[in-house]
Nanobody, 114 residues
Framework: QVQLVESGGGLVQAGGSLRLSCAAS????????MGWYRQAPGKQRELVAR???????DYADSVKGQFTISRDNAMNTVYLQMNSLKPEDTAVYYC????????WGKGTLVTVSS
């Protein structure tokens, strides 16, 4: 079992930056990859960025060059650096860990004001 706790969300003006953190605990050695998803009001949850145990990364086209995902070597913590934030980035951001199944955090709200 893997437990995930997100932090770092909040209210920021357009053009600002935020850094989200996701702390993993439990069966960390079984994690293949970790990622960030987001769900805006009235929309489906979507992948934002993902990083594998080997360090490979993948981003949604909408955030390439704007967001950066990183992790510590032990996969204990994953970060999402979000720059040049736009109102359309407003969403609840969820941390995900993939083992033989998906594990989810409870989410952290990011609100970008115009």
């Amino acid at each position: 079992q893997v437990q995930l706790v997100e932090s770092g969300g909040g209210l920021v003006q357009a053009g600002g930056s935020l850094r989200l953190s996701c702390a993993a605990s439990g069966s960390i050695s079984s994690i293949w990859s970790m990622g960030w998803y987001r769900q805006a009001p009235g929309k489906q949850r979507e992948l934002v960025a993902r990083i594998t145990k080997g360090g490979s990364t993948d981003y949604a086209d909408s955030v390439k060059g704007q967001f950066t995902i990183s992790r510590d070597n032990a996969m204990n913590t994953v970060y999402l650096q979000m720059n040049s934030l736009k109102p359309e980035d407003t969403a609840v951001y969820y941390c995900n860990a993939l083992t033989w199944r998906d594990h989810w955090g409870k989410g952290t709200l990011v609100t970008v004001s115009s």
